[in-house]
């Protein structure tokens, strides 16, 4: 899976993508932000669900519930500021 | 119809001739432009903008956000173009071009794509002050302007 970060997330996570294996399963973007918190640091604290932190899957809006598969591009970002 | 995302300056007087001269149907057109100010409400000297954005999904919500305009007012033609990168105070950021068969459909239009342009698309703006950057907050009058349309 591909998962990308912009803003200020990327900033934060000092990445702008990276490749993930995600464990065998039915999955959907809160596994993925399961396994990324898990990392710890400024993972856990910026990926908090109580933060504002947007996700787009396949390059659409989605939400925790979107289901994802291993060949899914997965986005992370804060609210929009263009314009 | 059209959606572009670039780092280059656009010349708006240039997109109005290329708009006139595809046809003669149309009896308004709008266009809007937003600029880089350079302050901020708390006084802050604003140096310099820049400007990220999502490839592809980018492009994807343009296209999408202009389908919907075109689905609520018959629209004859629509232009977005969004700049990227590192702009200064009195650049250039975005031009809204609509054309209609009259003007209240085109001011309408236009309105309605930069209020969903500021609220659905993939654009992040970092600002640097003389304090130091940081990454421009989304703001509630936004999200209200665009709620209007729901």
């Avoid at chain 2, 809204?96 to 239009?109: C, I, Q, T």
Wanted: hydrophobic share 40%.
């Amino acid at each position: 899976m591909r998962v990308c970060y912009f803003g200020k997330l990327r900033e934060q996570l000092k990445q702008a993508e990276e490749s993930l294996d995600m464990p065998p399963g039915a999955q959907t973007v809160a596994s993925v932000v399961d396994l990324l918190r898990a990392r710890g640091g400024d993972w856990s604290e910026a990926l908090n669900d109580q933060g504002s932190v947007l996700v787009a899957v396949n390059q659409r809006m989605g939400t925790r519930q979107t289901p994802v598969t291993d060949t899914d591009e997965v986005a992370f970002f804060p609210p929009v500021t263009g314009g | 119809m059209a959606g572009r995302v670039q780092q280059a300056d656009f010349d708006a007087g240039r997109e109005l001739q290329a708009f006139r001269a595809a046809g003669t149907r149309a009896g308004a057109i709008v266009s809007f432009i937003g600029l880089v100010r350079d302050q901020l409400g708390d006084d802050d000297a604003i140096q310099a903008l820049t400007l990220e954005h999502y490839p592809g999904m980018t492009e994807r919500v343009l296209a999408n956000i202009e389908h919907q305009a075109r689905q609520r007012w018959g629209l004859d033609d629509v232009l977005i173009v969004h700049r990227v990168g590192r702009l200064q105070p009195g650049d250039q950021i975005v031009l809204v071009m609509v054309s209609a068969a009259h003007r209240g459909e085109a001011f309408a239009a236009c309105e309605f794509l930069m209020d969903y342009l500021k609220t659905k698309a993939p654009f992040w703006k970092k600002e640097d002050t003389d304090r130091g950057s940081r990454w421009i907050e989304a703001r509630d009058s936004d999200d209200q302007a665009a709620g209007r349309w729901e």
